[in-house]
Structures are given as structure tokens and as C-alpha cells.
């Protein structure tokens, strides 16, 4: 059984700094990509970043120049450094992964990943 564990949400105030991680279990191989999503009660769900096998990555206008991912060598740790945090990032974040290869242009499209973490709340307080 495949296993997302995210760890490393909490509250910080407007402008402070907090770095998630993503550590899976279970998959027999690589992924192809691993991502981070969040979700706010009442809206859709959005893609944050992500990052392929081969490194490329992929922001969400709304937190680049502000987050970055990144992942270990063996690609099955993933973390997500937030700076500079806002108040509308507050969320709960969601780490995922894909059982299928596509396009990066793609990417940020939660309908394209299988497998799913648990979640942690991350509150950004002004």
C-alpha cells in the first residue's frame, strides 16, 4: 500500500517562514512527478508546485518567488519550503503523487495524481 505522510504544518504569522514534508512508502519504482496541493473549505482545490523525476518544477503564480520544492535524491521525500507567508496562503496542504507520466504543463491538475497524503494545516496569521 502506497503511503503519503506530510508533516511540518502549523501557525505562523504574516511573513514568516515553515517547511513541509512528504515522505512515501510503499511504491515499487519512481514517480513520475511528486506535488504539493491545498485546499481551503469552500473552494477548489489548487495546485501549489510540483516536481518531476528529472528535477523540473512547477509553480503556481500565486506562491512563486516565495515557495520552492525540492525532493532527495532517492525521490521519495519531498519537501516544500514557504516564505514570505500570507494570510490566503492559509490551507490545508496536501502532498500527491501519479501512477502515469504526462506533460508538466499538467502537472498542477489534481485529477492526474493517484495517490494522496493526509494533509496538514498550515494558519498564516496578520
Known amino acids: 500500500q502506497v503511503q503519503l505522510v506530510e508533516s511540518g504544518g502549523g501557525s505562523v504569522q504574516a511573513g514568516g517562514s515553515l517547511r513541509l514534508s512528504c515522505v512515501a512508502s510503499?511504491?515499487?519504482?519512481?514517480?513520475?512527478?511528486m506535488a504539493w496541493f491545498r485546499q481551503v473549505p469552500g473552494k477548489e482545490r489548487e495546485g501549489v508546485a510540483a516536481i518531476g523525476s528529472n528535477g523540473r518544477t512547477i509553480y503556481a503564480g500565486s506562491v512563486e518567488g516565495r515557495f520552492t520544492i525540492s525532493q532527495d535524491n532517492a525521490l521519495n521525500t519531498l519537501w516544500l519550503q514557504m516564505n514570505s507567508l500570507k494570510p490566503e496562503d492559509t490551507a490545508r496542504y496536501y502532498c500527491a503523487a501519479p501512477a502515469q507520466d504526462f506533460w508538466i504543463k499538467y502537472a498542477l491538475d489534481g485529477g492526474r495524481y493517484n495517490y494522496w497524503g493526509q494533509g496538514t494545516q498550515v494558519t498564516v496569521s496578520s
Open positions: 510503499g511504491y515499487p519504482g519512481r514517480f513520475y512527478y
